[in-house]
């Protein structure tokens, strides 16, 4: 979405590409030469900020200085002071905007990297070459798995996780930019250069890894730069040798190379590496790619909208001068490259350049417009977030977390395939029923011996036994081998494999191959396997792989590192037979305009799609991160999270712990149910009229209602009353307090209203700290008085009363049903559904989650509200009616995650029975869940799929089906006939409640949708 900013800086005013936070809006205006940013990074940042100090480094920089600020050199750390100077002359006469550090080891780099920024007059962007981590370039970092193995799963909040990880990791050490992920399709089997470092050979799954992995480094602080466009992936040349040849037509290239790159465009990330390739597809002249105009500025900017920083590949490289150009930095700046990266000569590049403007071939304003553009990154990535410092002596400390060691070992057990011939032997695996275990070990050998102490402890003998290159010493190995229940045999090359013995061992002996090494080399399907019980193929020849298989045998192995966790393929076929041959056409991408209709193609497994669609909801900006929750008959089939908690840069990610408001949720699956239990209970009738158990309404319309209408939304009352306007002081404010226009000064609120903060509270109702008096606290430092629930009853009992028997949803009826059970019960509300509903099923679910005990840090934050409250809203109850209650309301204020309001969704789908007790009566659910209005668009205290109509629901939901939405963007769904159970959590009004996209794409009924499909295929 593009708003007009209007404004005044320095006489300039343009547009913006991201929306900003209410509160930064007015004020917001950015310069004129300024091009749009890209939406996911610059999301939320102060922009005003961003562009004075900008154009205030700018103004002070010359050409040669503006010119250093497009160079990024390579250069190795070091921790030797003299060789640190050095490189501090070369940086002040190069004028340096950045550096990429190539090998070395941690502390080399922190110090160098602490030296080299306290040196710099202008903050330089450090950059790190690390598609599998730092250890890529760090030798004593964490190691993780190259982008194959990973590629063969599907868990995107995994990849989601590891970016985070990695993120953090470059914050410790100094590092904004990491240039990665490699989104090359791999579809050349010859590909000497790509191979394990892409995801795979499906456009589909390496865009959706990709973006989970982009998105948790750029969520992380860390800038992601996909590689190399337009891509690597058919060739069958190193481009570090020589200019390599893409022959693909452009048709072609749209549905594969270019397919990860427009997912990424549109997600809104901001990088790009620019490859030297010869492309004549969309480059007819022999030069590289990335010093082609028509490539780098035409189909990059101009037709696929990238707006982000785009880097060369290293200008060192032999393909850059496989064309006719002599003078390379120019033509790549001419061509569209915003950074030169790694250029042998820096000095000379600079100087030639700048001769280049002098004489008129190269635009200054074009130096400048780039100059800019680099110093909004860094204000972005350096000025604007607090950069995560670590001394060298502490540096391995906090990377090395337990934190990061449990993830490293996720990732290499996801990164193992298993193609199962024989699905019992992997069962007794599972079960760890092999006592005794054989490893027969072709080369090196890498197994660790951690991992052998850990299955010794375990009970697990696992003898090793290397294979003797002596003809000699053979047959007594394969006679020693033919004794065990089960051999694992680890092939560490595909050079010197014994293939015939292996044979003769597979007839008489379970054997089940683990191959560590690219899977084009050799073939799970060759004749010499043919009587193996299992290959397992680990990609790479490394300790961590190798721990990985062995650990599948280890009954102490947690469990998201056993045999379940690698992805398996229980068929006989090699699971990469897709490899060396073409692209199947159920694997080419379809070109939608719609991102959205991306996520129901190209055969993605159902789980894949739902867990596209979620990222998708957070790349549109629908809500910062989210939880989900499938059950169907019987058990949990899908519980994930996503995103973040606040969607800003270095925000913790959403866990499956993390703690949601539930908004009017809590109609369902706390009033609703309350009311269920007293009419079980022969307390009430739903017949009664409000009166007959509340007499202080008996002389108002609004006695006479029924409960049947008050849970059918047939009352005839308003939606809602303000009763916050009672807190504040009439005369403490100018004109009037809410409006349903904009004006000077105002918040925008809910639908068209505007608010006047000006105000102060009146002290009768409101003050600063907790007392006898002021019992109720309605947000940080406000507490209300007790005396205030009875101002409410008044005004509701003088409540208009309209139309009853129609339609119209009013939460006023959910607050008469709060004191209605209130009073027949004899407990507050929040202690009776406790005592009688969550405490027997064992759900975790809170009204006051603060007053709990749950830190605030485990709770999703609500929104900033700017007009009443003047804080972030996170703890307390969003909703202002019931957090004028004190934060229990009939209407909303409970809070929990997916899983535990799973709980109390399948105690209502089981018709009131939790195990052996019946909690509700079955015939007091079924009449609830059944009885529905006129409109057939409720159940009694429930939303329910409509026999016509938009449909809040997906479109396969029974008509059975029932449940409720929240305001802050969740919703339940129970369908009793399909015996589904969809729990969706998030906090789409955070930071503003202003945010309809959840709604505007109906994001949660296509989520819904998914999840029936899942179901389907199982």
């Known amino acids: 979405m593009k708003k007009v900013l209007q404004g005044l800086l320095l006489g300039f005013c343009a547009l913006l590409s991201t929306p900003a936070p209410l509160e930064a809006q007015d004020s917001l205006c950015v310069s004129q030469d300024s091009l749009h940013l890209p939406s996911h990074l610059f999301a939320r940042v102060d922009t005003l900020q961003m562009h004075l100090w900008a154009d205030s480094v700018l103004s002070s920089l010359s050409l040669e200085e503006q010119i250093g600020q497009l160079i990024m050199p390579i250069i190795y750390p070091s921790s030797d002071s003299l060789q640190i100077g050095h490189v501090e002359e070369r940086m002040a006469r190069g004028h340096w905007g950045g550096i990429l550090y190539q090998k070395g080891l941690l502390r080399e780099q922190v110090v160098m990297n602490h030296r080299l920024q306290r040196q710099s007059r202008i903050p330089l962007l450090i950059a790190l070459d690390g598609e599998w981590g730092l250890y890529m370039r760090l030798k004593d970092a964490p190691r993780y798995p190259r982008n194959m193995g990973l590629g063969r799963q599907s868990n995107g909040r995994l990849l989601y996780d590891y970016g985070r990880e990695i993120a953090r990791q470059c914050r410790l050490v100094g590092i904004h930019i990491n240039f990665a992920p490699d989104v090359d399709v791999n579809i050349n089997p010859k590909n000497p250069v790509i191979g394990t470092r892409s995801f795979g050979e499906d456009p589909q799954r390496v865009a959706s890894l990709s973006l989970s992995y982009a998105l948790g480094l750029e969520d992380g602080g860390i800038l992601s730069v996909a590689k190399h466009f337009p891509g690597h992936g058919d060739t069958n040349e190193d481009s570090h040798k020589t200019l390599p040849f893409v022959s693909a037509s452009r048709e072609r290239m749209q549905e594969v190379e270019l397919f990860p790159f427009a997912q990424y465009i549109q997600a809104g990330l901001g990088g790009i590496m620019t490859a030297h390739l010869r492309v004549p597809a969309y480059e007819p002249e022999p030069i590289p790619s990335s010093l082609s105009g028509r490539i780098c500025t035409q189909l990059l900017r101009e037709e696929m909208g990238f707006s982000g920083l785009t880097f060369t590949d290293g200008l060192e490289m032999k393909g850059v001068f496989g064309g006719k150009t002599v003078d390379i930095g120019v033509a790549a700046l001419r061509a569209g490259n915003d950074i030169l990266l790694g250029p042998s000569d820096p000095d000379a590049m600079l100087q030639s350049i700048a001769e280049a403007v002098r004489r008129g ?335 202080e309404f008996a002389h108002t319309p609004v006695g006479a209602i029924r409960l049947r209408e008050l849970l059918l939304h047939q009352s005839g009352l308003a939606p809602g009353i303000n009763f916050y306007t009672d807190l504040i002081a009439p005369d403490s404010y100018e004109g009037a307090l809410l409006r349903y226009r904009p004006f000077d000064g105002g918040i925008p609120l809910v639908g068209r209203a505007w608010g006047n903060p000006n105000f102060r509270f009146d002290s009768t109702f409101v003050a600063r700290r907790p007392s006898p008096e002021y019992p109720l606290q309605m947000a940080e430092g406000l507490y209300l008085s007790a005396h205030f629930r009875d101002k409410m009853i008044e005004r509701l009992a003088e409540a208009e009363v309209r139309r009853r028997k129609r339609y119209r949803y009013s939460d006023l009826n959910f607050l008469l049903l709060q004191l209605i059970v209130e009073r027949v019960s004899g407990e507050p509300l929040d202690q009776f559904v406790q005592r009688s509903l969550f405490s027997p099923v064992g759900a975790a679910l809170y009204y006051n989650p603060l007053q709990r005990g749950l830190s605030r840090e485990s709770i ?74 006129t409109e057939k668009t409720r159940f009694l205290g429930f939303d329910r799929q409509r026999p016509r109509g938009t449909t809040p629901t997906a479109e396969s939901a029974s008509l059975q089906t029932y449940g409720h939405l929240g305001f802050t963007g969740t919703c339940i769904w129970i369908d009793p006939k399909q015996e589904l159970i969809f729990v969706f959590l998030s906090n789409r009004t955070y930071p503003s409640r202003g945010n309809s996209k959840i709604i505007d794409l109906r994001l949660r009924p296509m989520l819904h949708e998914l999840a029936y499909e899942l179901v389907r295929s199982r």
């Open 361 to 695: 071939d190269l635009s200054a304003d074009l130096i400048r417009q780039k100059c800019l553009k680099v110093l909004y990154y860094k204000y972005r990535l350096i000025i604007s977030q607090r950069d995560e410092r670590a001394s060298a002596a502490e540096i391995k400390q906090l990377i090395w977390t337990r934190e990061a060691e449990q993830l490293q070992s996720s990732l290499w057990s996801a990164s193992l395939t298993a193609a199962i011939r024989d699905a019992k032997t992997f069962e007794e695996i599972e079960r760890k029923g092999y006592k005794r275990v054989a490893l027969l070990e072709v080369g090196k050998s890498i197994a660790p011996q951690s991992s052998l102490k850990a299955l010794a402890a375990s009970g697990i003998r696992l003898e090793r036994i290397a294979w003797p290159s002596q003809t000699s010493e053979q047959a007594k190995v394969m006679a020693r081998l033919s004794s065990y229940p089960l051999v694992l045999v680890h092939l560490y090359s595909s050079q010197g494999i014994p293939t015939q013995s292996l044979s003769r061992l597979m007839a008489t002996t379970p054997v089940v191959v683990a191959y560590f090494a690219s899977p084009y080399r050799l073939s799970a399907s060759a004749p010499w396997l043919a009587k193996s019980k299992g290959f397992i193929y680990a990609y790479e020849a490394v300790p961590e792989a190798a721990e990985a298989v062995v650990s599948l045998l280890d009954p102490a192995t947690p469990a998201q590192t056993r045999a379940q966790s690698p992805t398996r393929v229980e068929d006989k076929d090699d699971p990469t037979a897709q490899m060396p041959g073409a692209l199947p056409e159920s694997a080419k991408p379809r070109r939608e305009a719609d991102q959205r209709a991306l996520s129901k193609s190209f055969g993605l497994s159902h789980p894949e799609r739902i867990d596209s669609l979620a990222l998708e909801g957070i790349q549109e900006g629908a809500y910062p991160g989210c939880q989900i929750f499938i059950w169907h008959r019987g058990r949990t089939v899908y519980n994930k999270a996503f995103g973040t908690l606040t969607g800003e840069l270095g925000s913790p990610a959403v866990e499956l712990s993390t703690v949601y408001d539930l908004a009017s949720v809590t109609k369902a699956i706390a009033t609703t149910p309350a009311v269920m239990l007293l009419v079980g209970q022969g307390k009430l009738r739903l017949e009664g009229r409000v009166s007959s158990y509340l007499p």
């Open 860 to 933: 999703a934050p609500a929104q900033r509200d700017s007009f009443l409250r003047k804080q972030i809203v996170r703890g307390y109850v969003d909703d202002e009616t019931a957090a004028c209650l004190g934060g229990v309301g009939g209407n909303a204020g409970l809070f929990g995650n997916a899983s535990e309001v799973g709980k109390m969704c399948l105690l209502l789908l089981r018709q009131g029975k939790w195990q052996s007790k019946q909690v509700i009566p079955r015939s007091v659910v079924r009449r609830f869940t059944t009885t529905s209005n």
